[in-house]
């Protein structure tokens, strides 16, 4: 799915496209071509909430002749979906979003009030004066919430908590080191061991994590993370 194309294609492994769908929206960078043959994808809806990469908005479902069979949307003032998605075995879909959390929150969390910007740092255009972190939703065929985890309930500086102080430097980007913290890019499924798997780009590191728990029972990637290396 091209980013910047509303036609994504499916390939063989000579090269040749033996189909493509046409989509409503610009991919959100993330498409799946499920066992049935439908194309599951993500859309960036305009206008953007967040100038950060990965953005989009909505999961739709295409069958193979290019109807919608299947929607969800997760974008209003306060969340967007983003990058990756995980349709599940049971037929429930994992989604990656974002939050919006104030930095009055963010402070009391344990964040050090020296380090976040006192004036809105723009990126691609748009102002951010909050921040925005990664939670994880599962929702049903009929789009009921069924689960979530948010990265806010493991704030912590453990080895199975995220240190919020633990940042990238300032050179990769204004918003990384504060406002687009924890950044994460994949969401998947372990179903022998109903294990949610998670990584974050800023911290460098991948998470299992315990589905009927939400307890991070594994990392690995950056030991610096979390005091260890």
Do not use: C
């Amino acid at each position: 799915s091209p980013v910047m194309s509303k036609t994504t294609y499916l390939i063989d492994m000579e090269g040749n496209v033996v189909h493509n769908w046409k989509t409503r929206n610009n991919p959100g960078l993330h498409s799946v071509l499920l066992p049935n043959g439908n194309l599951l994808t993500s859309g960036s809806i305009k206008p953007n909430l967040v100038g950060f990469g990965g953005v989009g908005g909505e999961i739709v479902e295409y069958d193979w002749n290019g109807k919608v069979v299947w929607e969800y949307k997760l974008y209003d003032e306060n969340h967007v979906q983003h990058h990756t998605f995980q349709r599940m075995p049971n037929g429930n879909t994992l989604i990656l979003a974002w939050e919006r959390v104030s930095k009055e929150k963010a402070i009391q969390l344990g964040r050090n009030p020296k380090t976040i910007p006192d004036k809105p740092v723009k990126q691609k255009g748009i102002d951010h004066n909050d921040f925005w972190i990664d939670f994880v939703r599962e929702i049903n065929p009929q789009g009921k919430t069924v689960w979530e985890w948010h990265a806010i309930d493991h704030i912590g500086t453990g080895p199975d908590q995220l240190d919020i102080n633990y940042t990238l430097p300032i050179p990769v980007g204004h918003t990384y080191p504060n406002f687009d913290w924890s950044h994460f890019n994949t969401v998947n499924y372990i179903p022998e061991t109903d294990t949610i798997v998670l990584n974050s780009r800023n911290f460098s590191e991948f998470y299992l994590v315990n589905h009927k728990t939400g307890k991070i029972e594994y990392r690995w990637g950056n030991p610096s993370a979390y005091g260890k290396g």
